[in-house]
């Protein structure tokens, strides 16, 4: 059974960074052929892509969050990481992490950072 679980969400002070991460597990095949993305979801609102990255570390981001975000593997851990920096108000969301193609997609639970201070 696959497994997507994120790492990390909690609170943090305006101007402050924060890595997420999210880990994979009980797959059979090589973490390091699949997509990874990140999203984020305020509440009533739709889950919105914030970055991508995919087997051959081609990279996406959301245009708005270009420059403040930055994603990374490793596949040896089966990682994925989310790295968010000069963190604002606005940031503060749930963030999902995906397992996208090939085959199946599996979603984490999500993991949620607030930002206040």
């Known amino acids: 059974q696959v497994v997507v679980e994120e790492f990390g969400g909690k609170q943090v002070q305006p101007g402050e960074s924060l890595t997420l991460s999210c880990v994979v597990s009980?797959?059979?095949?090589?973490?390091?052929?699949?997509?990874m993305c990140w999203f984020r979801q305020s509440p009533g609102m739709q889950r919105e892509l914030v970055a991508e990255?995919?087997?051959?570390?081609?990279?996406k981001y959301a245009e708005s969050l270009q420059g403040r975000y930055t994603v990374s593997r490793e596949n040896a851990k089966s990682t994925v990481y989310l790295k968010m920096n000069n963190l604002i108000p606005e940031d503060a969301d749930v963030y999902y992490c995906?397992?996208?193609?090939?085959?199946?997609?599996?979603w984490g639970h999500g993991a949620h950072v607030f930002v206040s201070s």
């Open positions: 995906k397992r996208g193609s090939p085959g199946t997609v599996y």
């Open positions: 009980g797959t059979p095949r090589d973490f390091s052929i699949f997509t």
């Open positions: 990255i995919t087997s051959s570390g081609t990279i």
